[in-house]
């Protein structure tokens, strides 16, 4: 969707009309303008559809009188003291959400703020933004679509503000959050390990510096841990590796993402209802590949390096047992009691991998990793563990301000016992209760003294059952806005 920007809508427009309304104020600016032309038929429309101006709520008119606009939209703002940069971006993804497959190609929305908090500028572009992130669509695949189910809006013209350099910003970053959805939405017979890293090094924006090592490196690094989730597939696992470096000698951050492109839970097999939903299982690793794409794409000043284990998780005659015991890069033993307990061997060694290669201070790890998670908080936070207080709190500030809500977790010494092994060092799973924090507490051994660490299970929120405000029904994007703002706010230059 193409998305300009005018100082005042054309006189002759065509399409659609779209007008805003804040909570408790009478029709102002373009919205009395229309209402008067057209001898009152807007605030009637209003009136009958109880409609109070609540942010992103949305009344239509087609046929408008008074206008040459074939329908007429009025959005809610909410109350304008706090209509914020999350209020446009939800009004930009309802306006998107009416008019996507409208049968209307093109729409120019009124900028009238009278008093909201953004500048009208800033208040455009994430606007735009908003529109732009539920707009997407994956129907790649869908063949027999009828007209009026097609995406017909092409273009978004916003009267009354300049996005300018922000848009610039917000596009890199719907960049990013589109290279992410695609990972996510697309098959495992698709996206597997080297398909994945070939479509991210495919879409790298100039001085995003990309590689991967195969198996043979990997085994001679000693990762016992992801290789052997690996070894039930006939496709070859794969570490990638994404370099953006902006901001001179400083330590990179590193951010490190769980890459299981489909997992079966391999020979501690899952039910079949549902097991297609693992395509999704590499959320993580998309959410750093898209977050690592944002960043590069607006020449972010700052050094972060992107690591995502990508392997298949299957049954095989090849395929590990549960009671194997494997040996990780570090050293440390693991005895594996369920081989659908994956997701933690394939970060655990790239998590090594990483503070070998980088001497990083900060690492996160985003991983789909467990379903007790979406039992403790559905899929509306994502699950936040920390050895650092300071770098939980970064992350929750970034969280709230672009809407990936996290929430923090627990961890300490009783729940790090419950993954002790009779016979190595440790086991990858604990008892069914807890079964979220147990699975911090494994990634917590691989890392080293000194390092602040920060674990986000993300397993309820990469993909969702219905529509958002600023997704469709299937992937979300989610984790790669978080990321591109908690870098900006604690460690780009200024």
Not at 47 to 64: N, T
Not at 131 to 157: E, G, N, S, V
Not at 179 to 185: E, G, H, Q
Not at 190 to 202: G, L, Q
Request: net charge negative; hydrophobic share 50%; aromatic share 6%.
């Amino acid at each position: 969707m193409q998305i300009t920007y005018t100082a005042a809508p054309a006189a002759d427009l065509t399409g659609a009309l779209v007008v805003l309304a804040a909570k408790g104020a009478p029709l102002v600016g373009a919205a009395a303008v229309t209402d008067n032309a057209g001898g009152g038929q807007l605030a009637k429309a209003i009136a009958a559809a109880r409609f109070e101006g609540e942010a992103a709520s949305v009344v239509e008119l087609l046929a408008p009188a008074g206008t040459s606009a074939s329908r007429l939209l009025v959005v809610g703002i909410g109350p304008a003291e706090k209509a914020d940069a999350a209020v446009f971006e939800q009004v930009g993804g309802a306006i998107a959400a009416r008019l996507l497959t409208s049968g209307e190609t093109a729409a120019t929305v009124v900028l009238d703020l009278n008093g909201a908090a953004l500048p009208p500028d800033v208040a455009a572009a994430r606007l735009a933004h908003g529109a732009t992130l539920r707009a997407y669509r994956f129907d790649k695949y869908r063949t027999t679509m009828k007209p009026t189910q097609k995406p017909t809006l092409a273009r978004l013209t916003i009267a009354g503000g300049d996005g300018g350099a922000t848009h610039r910003d917000l596009a890199a970053i719907a960049a990013g959050m589109a290279l992410t959805r695609d990972l996510v939405s697309e098959p495992a017979n698709v996206i597997y390990p080297a398909s994945f890293v070939e479509r991210v090094e495919a879409a790298a924006p100039a001085g995003l510096a990309i590689e991967a090592l195969g198996e043979t490196e990997m085994r001679a690094l000693g990762m016992g841990a992801l290789l052997g989730v690996s070894q039930g597939s006939a496709r070859e696992a794969k570490l990638l590796v994404m370099r953006w470096n902006g901001g001179g000698d400083e330590a990179p951050v590193v951010l490190v993402g769980k890459g299981v492109t489909f997992d079966t839970g391999g020979i501690s097999l899952k039910q079949p209802a549902g097991m297609e939903d693992m395509k999704w299982d590499m959320g993580g690793a998309g959410a750093v590949a898209g977050a690592l794409h944002a960043l590069a794409a607006r020449q972010a000043k700052v050094n972060v390096v992107g690591v995502c284990g990508l392997v298949e998780n299957m049954p095989d005659g090849e395929a590990q047992r549960p009671g194997d015991v494997v040996t990780s890069m570090s050293g440390q033993t693991i005895e594996v009691i369920n081989t659908d307990a994956e997701g933690r061997l394939v970060l655990c060694d790239a998590l090594w991998w990483a503070q070998e290669q980088f001497k990083p201070s900060v690492i996160v790890d985003l991983a789909t990793l467990t379903g007790a998670m979406i039992i403790s908080l559905g899929h509306e936070h994502g699950g936040l563990f920390a050895n650092d207080d300071g770098l939980a709190a970064q992350l929750t500030a970034a969280g709230e301000a672009v809407g990936d809500k996290l929430w923090r977790m627990p961890m300490g010494e009783a729940y790090d016992k419950l993954i002790d092994s009779p016979i190595a060092d440790m086991k990858n799973v604990g008892p069914r209760e807890g079964g979220s924090i147990s699975a911090a507490q494994f990634l917590a051994r691989f890392i080293k003294p000194g390092v602040k660490w920060a674990h986000l299970d993300i397993a309820g929120m990469v993909w969702a059952a219905k529509d958002g405000a600023l997704w469709a029904k299937g992937a979300t994007g989610y984790g790669v806005r978080l990321l591109e703002k908690f870098v900006a706010d604690n460690f780009e230059a200024t």
